[in-house]
């Protein structure tokens, strides 16, 4: 009797321990440029349209998944790469009505940008890296594109082709 019950024992552990483990909670996945950016349209709305892209729960920053965290700063370094390898040129290279939708467009791409960094520094600051420094010097940078953003609502805001 005693086997039997150390045979079914064993098989009820060795059962728990091959269950699959509940995945970490994420809110996002990785997707191209062209499926987050936010520089087509109108200006004005900027942080409205990068939040509804990049939907983090802001009230619990310190349980933000490790892949989440990632997913974030994997875009802001693509934003980053298509303000310097594709709307400067661009803007550049356009004049007139032309030149403002992009300038308009590279704007929201700042803000974009910005908010990524900044909550991407607010997530690690939450899980124990101090980051209040470098969180004030971004957030500053992002609150000026933001007013310009705000200051150009209603024009035309166009996007760049960007494979990032």
């Known amino acids: 009797m005693r086997f039997s ?3 079914i024992l064993s098989g009820l552990l060795a059962t728990a321990f091959a269950a699959p483990i509940a995945n970490e909670k994420r809110a996002l996945t990785a997707s191209s440029y062209a499926d987050f950016q936010v520089s087509d349209g109108v200006a004005g709305n900027a942080l409205a349209e990068v939040n509804a892209k990049f939907p983090v729960d802001t009230s619990d920053l310190a349980n933000v998944s490790a892949a989440d965290q990632k997913v974030i700063s994997d875009a802001r370094k693509v934003a980053e790469s298509a303000e310097t390898d594709a709307f400067n040129p661009a803007i550049a290279a356009a004049s007139g009505a032309d030149a403002t939708a ?3 467009g590279k704007i929201k791409n700042k803000v974009l940008k910005l908010q990524l960094e900044v909550l991407d520094l607010q997530i690690s ?7 209040t420094a470098k969180i004030a010097a971004e957030q500053k940078k992002l609150d000026n594109n933001i007013a310009l953003d705000k200051k150009a609502a209603g024009q035309a ?8």
Do not use: E, K
Request: no cysteine; charged share 10%; glycine share 10%.
């Open 157 to 164: 805001s166009q996007s760049v082709p960007f494979n990032g």
């Open 125 to 131: 600051d939450a899980q124990g890296t101090d980051n």
């Open 5 to 7: 019950a150390s045979i």
């Open 102 to 104: 992009l300038q308009n």
